[in-house]
């Protein structure tokens, strides 16, 4: 069972360009998550979404950040305009829709795009 | 809103010994989860352990357990006969419980080294 999937790994974007970040979750997981890194911090949650819904994006910056989950195809993590400020690293996780039991809320993470802004 | 916080940033152990991480947090939830999760410099994230917090029994993953203290909203995570391979940043993390999935909440994370 292949996992959590990332792409690309590491991004580098000038000033004023747009990133895309894609995750793919694992197979038969129907919940994604997107989660910022920057350096010397913790994971800071931006938004959750399922298929072709976002559920909770009280992280997500207010402007120029933008998520979808399309009912096909991965997750897209979308910054517009990047700044200098947005370098760091963008981890997705997803989980199963229909949870089994308590192991089943675990959250599995792919590896990050490391984004770089010059 | 709730929040995560690991007062120790650095630690340094010697390999074989035990060494204990802290956390602590503030919810007024009285269902949820807590979670130990580990970082080696891949930055792959890592799961190490689990916590429901309706469990009064502390969860134990090998060389891997915790000390939970509810009502101290205390949840720390102890290392017995430590490895060169544990050295990593380790996050400590909360989750909400119920309605079905939901956001991790993080502290700020633990740099642990073990030298040889």
């Known amino acids: 069972n292949a996992g959590v999937m990332q792409n690309p790994r590491h991004l580098v974007r000038r000033r004023g360009q747009e990133a895309r970040l894609r995750c793919s979750p694992m197979?038969?997981?129907?919940?994604v998550y997107w989660y910022r890194q920057l350096p010397e911090e913790g994971l800071k949650f931006m938004v959750y979404?399922?298929?072709?819904?976002?559920?909770?994006e009280s992280g997500m910056p207010k402007e120029r950040f933008s998520a979808e989950f399309p009912k096909e195809g991965p997750s897209i993590l979308r910054i517009q305009q990047v700044v200098r400020g947005d370098s760091a690293a963008y981890f997705c996780?997803?989980?199963?829709?229909?949870?089994?039991?308590?192991?089943?809320?675990?959250?599995?993470f792919g590896p990050g795009t490391r984004l770089t802004v010059t | 809103a709730q929040t995560v916080t690991q007062s120790q940033p650095e630690m340094s152990v010697q390999e074989a010994e035990t060494v204990t991480l802290s956390c602590t947090y503030d919810?007024?939830?009285?269902?949820?989860?807590l979670f130990w999760y580990k970082q080696p410099p891949s930055r792959q994230m890592i799961l190490v352990i689990r916590?429901?917090?309706?469990k009064q029994q502390n969860a134990t993953e090998n060389r891997f357990s915790v000390n939970f203290q509810k009502a101290a909203k205390s949840f720390s995570l102890k290392i017995s006969d430590s490895q060169l391979g544990d050295t990593a940043m380790y996050f400590c993390?909360?989750?909400?419980w119920g309605g079905g999935a939901q956001k991790l909440v993080f502290g700020q994370g633990t740099r642990l080294t073990i030298n040889p």
């Open positions: 993390a909360f989750m909400k």
């Open positions: 919810t007024s939830e009285s269902n949820y989860y």
């Open positions: 996780a997803s989980s199963p829709l229909f949870p089994k039991d308590s192991a089943s809320y675990e959250q599995y």
């Open positions: 979404l399922q298929k072709e819904n976002i559920i909770d």
């Open positions: 916590q429901e917090a309706y």
């Open positions: 197979k038969g997981h129907s919940h």
